[in-house]
């Protein structure tokens, strides 16, 4: 009976285990395959509006504009200032407690926002 009870215990450890095991699974592939969310990246972005701008273009010169930047690069760069693969004081902190899933809409929200080109106006 105590034999019975502690394999049965053993049994609920190991599929609890098991069951964590496959929802932590599809959690990071519906992070990845669910199409991110541009209008709910606008709502999440107001944290990166103080620097980037609410509109993706930002407020001082040594801050880099991210309106109309593609998607892959702008989700490339948040994973890796969020794995530390790219340093930055600021950013490492910024999305190190933010979720995969928010900073795949905030990449789709800043990547949607349309831009102009006009080489004729370069500055001078
Ligand atoms: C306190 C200011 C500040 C805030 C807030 C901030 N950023 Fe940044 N961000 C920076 C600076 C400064 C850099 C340049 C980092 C470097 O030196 O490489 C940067 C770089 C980036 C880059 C890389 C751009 C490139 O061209 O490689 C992305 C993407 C980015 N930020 C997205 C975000 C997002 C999304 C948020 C909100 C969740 C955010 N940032 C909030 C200051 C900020």
């Known amino acids: 009976m ?3 009870l502690a394999l049965t215990a053993v ?3 190991a599929f ?15 992070a990845n395959t669910v199409k991110p969310d541009a209008a709910a990246g ?5 944290q990166c509006a103080l620097c980037h701008g ?7 010169t040594n801050i880099p504009n991210l ?12 994973i890796a200032f969020k794995e530390g693969t790219r340093r930055s004081g600021v950013m ?4 190190r407690p933010m979720p995969l899933a928010v900073l795949r809409n905030v990449a789709a ?13 370069a500055k001078k």
């Open 16 to 30: 609890g285990l098991a069951t964590i095991g496959v929802f932590t699974a599809f959690a990071a592939a519906s």
């Open 92 to 95: 490492n902190e910024m999305v």
């Open 67 to 78: 309106a109309g930047q593609n998607y892959e690069y702008l989700i490339q760069q948040l």
């Open 42 to 46: 606008k709502t999440e972005s107001v």
């Open 109 to 121: 929200y800043f990547s949607t926002i349309r831009i102009a080109v006009n080489t004729d106006k």
């Open 11 to 13: 049994g609920l450890a």
């Open 2 to 4: 105590r034999t019975h």
């Open 54 to 60: 609410s509109d993706g273009m930002s407020v001082a």
